[in-house]
């Protein structure tokens, strides 16, 4: 772990559904100040309600987190309201670009603002935005569900940048699209990280641009952490190799032959 | 054609104060999902607010429309504070549950709110004394004349159709309330306090329904058969689509001009009551063709 403060601390949090259905089983992240921090894993691995627990959005879906405790800038904030957890600057970008269907991109901008305030603090932020993402605002007056999906997700981007986050939380910004838009929106989320000092903890499926964009990793699997440490170390890791990059140490595709050496190993892995 | 023209006109007078109480019951719907089956009532209790400030204040103050204008102001003062404490017992714990359940809650509030007003105004009918509105019609043109009461109250429904209408497009927290209707997740996830939305949404229902069942007051004199009202905000939103604010406002007049040429071309055939079922009719109909109503959102599907 790098030497900064941690902005963002969890202790060995455990998060249960409708009180019966424990999805996180003691998992403890760090988010140092100004960084990038990846979260990987498969599909159902928890990623999404770890993001979930932090902002407070897990209430909303009858989620708790029953054990353990969430610090924000040296304050508990697991009890609190996602409103309240919005305040203190905390903003998750959703999964799935959820943009507000009906109103335009500049109006979805403007409610990413809505805790800024109304004047002329919210037009300086505006044109931040657009210097960050000049085609939304050549597209300002179109109706978000209308936009591509590359413009979708950078109006969800977008929005909580409106709001001059202390901490981003991004929900697999790659999903459903183009990789060349792919590489666009990792950039534009590099920059915002280098020049807005915005430390970020991304969920991401596509394993190997995570690891490119963010200096430190955590691996979850079945609601824990089961690996974590710099991603230069990850990438070389044989079992993030096999598993999550799909290489062989040849740097070759695996050939099926192998499926029951990878049962096998994924079963110690976790 | 002058007979047409005037029950039109009249038509399109009432069908604005529809259209006041129907924007009420689109905002609540929109934001959280919910069929307010409670608005008849919300327009009583304003009615017989704005009666009693009006008896009160008259005399003091001696002129008629001054008194109704403060009568007014008052009614939208105490429906906004109705509106968010109705919100705040009765919905606020509501947040979460299945939307029936609160659709039941609002049928439950029809009753108790319905039961007050007995209790506390009675139920003969009251009207406006001394009168605010001259009965004496205005000539429009030719021989097409419309009573002063339905111009004011078409005057008043429009000036806070526009205020309501801007506030929603044009403010931080008429665009928060946007937002929420579109998707509530992401709206949270903004910050945006969904409980202050729907207390809001339930603060200008509040508001919109008291105006209009005060101007309708003003019509007819007001008892417990105001609360009709709510029955006929359900075709004229049905009709504009449910979520849609101009598809309420227009939803509204159409019902108004629908409900007076019934009214004026139909009733002398029948034994009575054509002007309460056309617009019920004439919504079943529409829906046949267009489904989500004039403009109701359909799903925005990229393909």
Redesign the interface.
Known sequence: MSSKEPILQLHNIEVKYHEVILVLKGVSIQVPEGEIVALLGANGAGKSTTLKAISGLLKHEDGRVTDGAIEFMGEQIHRKDAEEIAKRGIFQIIEGRRVFEHLTLEENLRVGGHLRGNGRQLRDRLEMVYSYFPRLKEKRNLTAGFASGGEQQMCVIGRALMASPRLMLLDEPSMGLAPLLIKEIFEIIQKLNKEERIPILLVEQNVKLALTVAPYAYVMENGRIVMDGPSDVLRENPDIRDFYLGLTDLGTRKSFRSVKHYKRRKRWLT | MEVFLNLVISGIMVGSIYALVALGWVLIYKCSGVLNLAMGELTLIGAYVCLSLYTWFVRPIGQPTLAFLLALAGTLVIGACLGLLTERFFLRRMI?EPVLSVIMVTVGLSFFFKGVVEFIWGTDTRVFTPEVFSKKPIPLMGNIYLDSVYLWSFVASIILLIVFVSFFKY??WG??M??T?????????????AKFVYALAWAIAFMAAGVGGTLLGNVNGINISVGYLGLLVLPAVVLGGLNSVPGAIVGGIIIGVLQNLADGYLSQFTPGGVKEVAPLAFMVILLLFKPYGLWG?ER?E?V
């Open positions: 979460g403010t931080r665009l928060a946007q937002a209707a579109d998707d509530e997740m992401a709206a949270l996830s903004l910050g945006v306090s959102w925005i990229r």
